[in-house]
């Protein structure tokens, strides 16, 4: 079980990520600008369900496993770049 310091410190890196200005924020002001609020909310839930993706993979240790198995690595980070081509 993780210790509540612990838990505590990775929520604090956590909420920074997200608040933290960068390409997230510029994406959610500029679609809630263009293309109005409810377009920014679901936008917003999207980046959202990235980050919690993220929080969580690093939580369960895939890099790690990626270490273990590059070419799962590899596979992963081609489906990735097939995805971002079809948007």
Do not use: H
């Amino acid at each position: 079980m993780m210790e509540l310091g612990t838990l505590g410190a990775f929520a604090l890196v956590s909420l920074g990520m997200v608040c933290s200005p960068g390409p997230n924020m510029i994406y959610l002001i500029s679609r809630t600008i263009s293309q109005g609020k409810r377009d920014g909310i679901i936008s917003l839930l999207g980046v959202i369900t990235g980050f919690l993706i993220y929080i969580i993979a690093t939580m369960l240790g895939l890099s790690f496993l990626f270490e273990l198995v590059p070419v799962m690595y590899d596979i992963i980070k081609w489906l990735g770049v097939i995805y971002l081509l079809w948007l």
